[in-house]
């Protein structure tokens, strides 16, 4: 049996876990930011990463006259169970909540979970970030309400968008579908 030396076991995991998987279609197993190094055994296996770009024109319709934009980062960790984001925002006021919502992208449907609000008064943020958390199964309403798993395959198979509601466009000014990095 041919033995391999550190260099070509290092390139083989890569190999394994990062390549072979996108090249299957499949988003990349990765470590969560700030998991894995010197943190307890476990905790950064299992982790996607995803993305949504937000804008008006991802609006069903689209939202016409505004500038806003916006961007959300998650991380999904199937072992904890745990969606954790990062939702950032510009151009945009009056916000008076964001949801993720489960429909294709052509389509609108049902808000599944709380990111920011309901906000009464709305708010007018800064440019940057307006809210950042983490999901857990207790937090899902409407179809996925104590179905983490449900929602997890939603997001996985890119069924999922985030809206930022405002009140001049209390349906959503910015959206986007949320999709593996």
């Known amino acids: 049996?041919?033995?391999?030396?550190l260099t070509q076991g290092i390139y083989l995991l890569i190999a394994v876990f990062v390549f072979l998987p996108v090249v299957a279609g499949c988003p990349p197993i990765v470590p969560?930011?700030?998991?894995?190094e010197g943190e307890g055994e476990g905790e950064g296996e299992g982790a996607v990463m995803f993305t949504a770009d937000?804008?008006?024109e991802g609006?069903?319709?689209d939202v016409i006259g505004s500038n806003a934009s916006g961007t959300a980062e998650f991380t999904l960790n199937l072992t904890q169970n745990s969606l954790s984001y990062v939702l950032t925002v510009s151009n945009i006021s009056g916000v008076i909540q964001a949801h993720i919502h489960v429909a294709g992208p052509d389509t609108n449907g049902p808000a599944v979970v709380f990111l920011f609000g309901p906000a009464n008064p709305a708010?007018?943020?800064p440019d940057g970030v307006l809210q950042e958390g983490t999901i857990e199964?207790?937090?899902?309403?409407s179809d996925f309400a104590g179905d983490f798993a449900g929602f997890a395959d939603a997001v996985m198979a890119g069924d999922t968008y985030v809206n930022v509601h405002t009140e001049d466009n209390p349906a959503g000014e910015i959206r986007g579908q949320i999709e593996a990095l």
């Open 1 to 5: 049996m041919k033995r391999i030396n």
């Open 32 to 36: 969560a930011p700030g998991e894995g």
């Open 54 to 56: 937000l804008t008006p």
């Open 59 to 61: 609006e069903v319709p």
């Open 123 to 125: 708010i007018d943020p």
């Open 137 to 141: 199964e207790a937090d899902l309403i």
